[in-house]
């Protein structure tokens, strides 16, 4: 089983330039490194205008290395008035083939409800670009017990017709609020709890595929990165730690390892 590792660069860095140095020195490591990698893919979402330009470095020859592009969002119409908006087509344009859905940053700061979230769902995946759907708590829920219940509500919503979609198109990323960009990762052993809950809730859902990916995010670092990984979780959606170059590519390590 392959491992997934999503790079989510948020609103950095702030140049091209920088976006460009920031990609090639983790593709060049990539490269010298590639036969460490097999059971390893990488997915950098970088800023929608930075997305041409990692898209043409990732198609130069000799770099088909498991290292592929996705987005940090998405609009759920094909196209119009609505300004500001980026519509899946472009994206798929691009060479995008995941897209990040529902990320807590834009549910909070932008006011997505997982009725916004559902609908950019079902446009991600009619146009065949990888929703990762994220999903979390806040430390209050967490904290008054209400963990699985915010994250059944969460998954019911924004799933809603869905159910029905060969959804071996859908990636889950649990993404515990209190835990995003704050240096205080979920312990892995509480982690492991949303685990199994995740994997017994989406297992019904999705009766046609074997087993829903499901992502751990949150403070995420190299020191213990591992350790989401070995109580099972497919992956790690890493936010701050994949900008910098070192820190993003001990991670890589780590778990390409063995
Ligand atoms: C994220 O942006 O989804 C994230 C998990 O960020 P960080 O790793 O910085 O907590």
Same mark, same amino acid.
């Given at each position: 089983m392959e491992t997934i590792i999503v790079a989510n660069w948020k609103m950095n860095p702030q140049s091209l330039p920088k976006a460009k140095e920031l990609f090639n020195s983790v593709r060049n490591w990539i490269k010298k490194n590639s036969n460490i990698l097999q059971s390893v893919r990488i997915i950098i979402c970088p800023p929608f205008v930075y997305l041409e330009s990692i898209s043409k470095l990732l198609k130069t020859k000799n770099f088909r290395l498991k290292v592929e592009l996705g987005a940090q969002n998405l609009f759920? /119409? /094909?196209?119009?008035?609505?300004?500001g908006e980026i519509s899946p087509k472009m994206l798929k344009n691009l060479g995008v083939k995941y897209v990040i859905v529902g990320h807590s940053e834009r549910r909070k700061i932008l006011g997505e409800s997982d009725e916004m979230i559902n609908k950019k769902l079902k446009a991600a995946i009619k146009a065949k670009i990888k929703p990762i759907l994220c999903i979390g708590e806040t430390f209050e829920e967490r904290k008054r017990g209400k963990t699985f219940k915010v994250l059944k509500n969460q998954l019911t919503k924004s799933l809603t017709h869905l159910t029905t979609q060969p959804l071996n198109y859908l990636i889950l990323a649990y993404e515990p609020i209190w835990a995003i960009g704050t240096g205080n990762p979920c312990k892995p052993e509480d982690a492991k709890e949303v685990l199994l809950f995740l994997r017994k809730f989406t297992q019904p859902l999705f009766r046609s595929i074997t087993q829903t990916l499901i992502l751990y995010g949150g403070s995420v670092n190299s020191k213990i990165a591992k350790d989401y990984i070995k109580i099972g979780f497919d992956g790690l959606l890493v936010g701050g730690a994949s900008l910098k170059k070192t820190e993003f590519v001990e991670i890589i390590k780590d778990i390409a390892k063995d």
């Open positions: 759920w /119409e /094909e196209k119009g008035a609505f300004t």
